[in-house]
């Protein structure tokens, strides 16, 4: 299904190639704990845990879920990379990802549930606020950190490997070992 619609309001600030997303939703009386549930167990999926950075939506720099006022109110605050569009995309395709969703929302009020993608996407921008001021103290796209970090990985074994003593002192190599010895 595409959920792209050109005249669509585009929710969010952006900073290079990122954007920042805030939903903000009521939560049904008595549905906290339930809630709170349903929030651990996506915390507990595959991709969602601490430390697995596998989560389906590859754009998405960091996400987090935010209960206030007395666990009467839920915060759902992410950033990522490229168009409102594709992630909107990305989110409705995602499978697994949006049934965890779909747990979620169902705790909060006005959320009537799937299948009806068009009325999840009405919801969702319903609840979303755009941040009044968005900073970034890094730049790159996930997809450029990522690559950062396995380049650094390699150069670590480089650095590591017995035999690459002659080739890292060649004049060239000195701006990478600068940048290693920190």
Do not use: C
Request: charged residues 20%; glycine residues 8%.
């Amino acid at each position: 299904m595409t959920t792209s619609d050109v005249s669509a309001p585009k929710p969010g600030l952006s900073v290079g190639p990122t954007s920042e997303f805030s939903l903000f939703f009521r939560v049904k009386p008595g549905e906290a704990a339930s809630l709170r549930q349903a929030l651990h167990a996506l915390q507990e999926t595959p991709g969602y845990r601490p430390g697995d950075y596998g989560m389906a939506i590859q754009t998405i720099h960091e996400a987090r879920f935010v209960l206030f006022d007395d666990d009467t109110r839920l915060a759902f605050i992410t950033s990522f990379d490229g168009p409102w569009d594709a992630y909107m995309e990305d989110f409705f395709t995602s499978g697994p990802t949006l049934a965890l969703f779909d747990v979620i929302f169902s705790h909060v009020e006005g959320y009537d549930g799937l299948p009806d993608l068009a009325a999840v996407r009405s919801f969702v921008l319903g609840a979303e606020q755009s941040a009044a001021a968005y900073a970034r103290n890094y730049g790159g796209t996930v997809k450029e950190i990522r690559k950062a970090q396995r380049v650094n990985s390699a150069f670590q074994e480089v650095l590591d490997h017995p035999q690459a003593a002659e080739i890292l002192e060649h004049p060239a190599m000195q701006p990478l070992l600068d940048e290693a010895a920190d």
